[in-house]
């Protein structure tokens, strides 16, 4: 097999890998209000639940991303899934609160070693239409986040319990993870058998360290947005606007609806535009978008309020990728694809809890437009950031 035939296969399977492992991303939060029912849990303690997947997410993702630069993806990525789809099989047999939290923490490590080592892996392989590549590989996701929560409200809604639901959604992982790392062997790589010279251009120059420091602080600014009010949706419907818990989960899938299409044009845009520019559009139109959205009152209008969210959401996440890749050695794409992802992470895994606090004190409402604050910091980084290219003469796309 040729390398570009290998290259457009390995795009297939991480594509229909990305479907699934957004999986583990979105089950807490679509079944939360049944998970905090059943164990009688506050706004803090349900978003607690969030944050723990998120933790342990972020802090494998720079490992696994560390891992993958060195040593190859094929064992850490298809390994991840294993271990992700049995921590959901224990979730699923839980009996206690503290028992839950500590076996969703297993979810989150398996689940961080997906993105950075993926990424690294499209980036190194596609050096042309890199936006199309990773818009692709986003739609995947939301592909499968969209059908996932499809299955999960139609379940909810046939009554069956959320261990029920974690119990089925484990088995397509395992099912995965064997074929994943059978279709992984083309593209190993192992950091020892690059050239003295190619590893030397691996590190950063003081110029470029200066704008991941500035794109890092921007990024993980609109995190906390994102992040709360993405994952406090389910909880919002059903209890600030009145939704049943098998409708709440409908109305998830419109965001996710929303984030196909923000990674189907953000992924061809950023192959003719500015990545910042596009990043800049998605964060500003974000703002007015949440506010409507906790005003709003017509399902209709909270289903196209939700849509549009989405791709504000989604379309982030190409133009990121392909700034990192342009900007940063692919020798070291691993790593700062990790670094990113677990920064961002980490700090989005406070942004749930945040949330539920100023819930609990606040009201679900007004916690949720707050949380559109941190996207005007996000986007006068941004905006600095677009001004000093413009200055340079430089177009990082």
């Given at each position: 097999m040729s390398r570009k035939d290998a290259a457009v296969n390995i795009l297939r399977i991480t594509s229909f890998g990305h479907a699934l492992s957004d999986m583990y991303w979105l089950i807490f939060p679509i079944l939360l209000p049944l998970i905090k029912k059943e164990f009688s849990l506050s706004y803090t303690q349900a978003g607690l639940l969030i944050t723990a997947v998120s933790v342990t997410t972020g802090l494998g993702s720079f490992i696994s991303g560390y891992l993958s630069d060195r040593f190859g993806q094929r064992i850490i990525l298809s390994g991840g899934f294993l271990i992700a789809s049995l921590a959901l099989i224990l979730c699923a047999n839980t009996s206690f609160y503290w028992q839950l939290l500590l076996a969703s923490l297993l979810v989150g490590a398996g689940a961080s070693t997906f993105h950075p080592g993926t990424i690294a892996l499209l980036m190194n392989?596609?050096?042309?239409?890199?936006?199309?590549?990773?818009?692709?590989?986003?739609?995947?996701?939301?592909?499968?986040?969209?059908?996932?929560?499809?299955?999960?409200?139609?379940?909810?809604?046939?009554?069956?319990?959320?261990?029920?639901?974690?119990?089925?959604?484990?088995?397509?992982?395992?099912?995965?993870?064997?074929?994943f790392f059978r279709s992984l062997r083309f593209p190993i790589r192992k950091r020892e058998s690059h050239p003295q010279t190619e590893l030397e251009s691996a590190h950063l120059s003081r110029d470029t360290l200066f704008l991941l420091i500035i794109f890092f602080a921007a990024n993980l600014t609109l995190t906390i947005s994102f992040y709360g009010v993405y994952n406090f949706i389910p909880t919002f419907m059903v209890h600030a606007k009145d939704i049943s818990v098998g409708k709440a989960g409908y109305f998830?899938?419109?965001a996710a609806t929303g984030g196909m299409i923000g990674s189907f044009f953000s992924g061809r845009l950023v192959d003719r535009f500015s990545s910042l520019l596009v990043i800049l559009m998605a964060t500003v139109i974000a703002i007015p978008i949440i506010l409507l959205l906790t005003l709003a009152t017509n399902p209709i209008n909270l289903a196209l309020l939700l849509i549009l969210f989405g791709i504000c959401y989604s379309s982030v996440f190409p133009p990121q990728n392909v700034y990192l890749a342009n900007?940063?050695?692919?020798?070291?794409l691993g790593k700062t694809y990790g670094l990113i992802q677990c920064l961002s992470i980490l700090v989005g895994a406070a942004a749930p809890g945040?949330?539920?606090?100023?819930?609990?004190?606040?009201?679900?409402?007004?916690?949720?437009q707050l949380g559109a604050i941190p996207l005007l910091l996000a986007g006068a980084l941004f905006i600095y950031l677009r001004t000093r290219d413009s200055l340079a003469g430089t177009k990082l796309v």
């Open positions: 392989l596609f050096s042309e239409r890199r936006g199309r590549v990773l818009g692709t590989f986003m739609l995947s996701g939301w592909i499968g986040a969209a059908v996932m929560l499809t299955g999960v409200s139609y379940l909810a809604g046939r009554m069956l319990s959320w261990r029920q639901i974690f119990f089925i959604l484990a088995w397509p992982g395992l099912i995965f993870a064997p074929f998830y899938i419109f900007l940063v050695s692919s020798y070291a945040i949330m539920g606090l100023l819930a609990d004190n606040l009201g679900l409402i007004s916690a949720l």
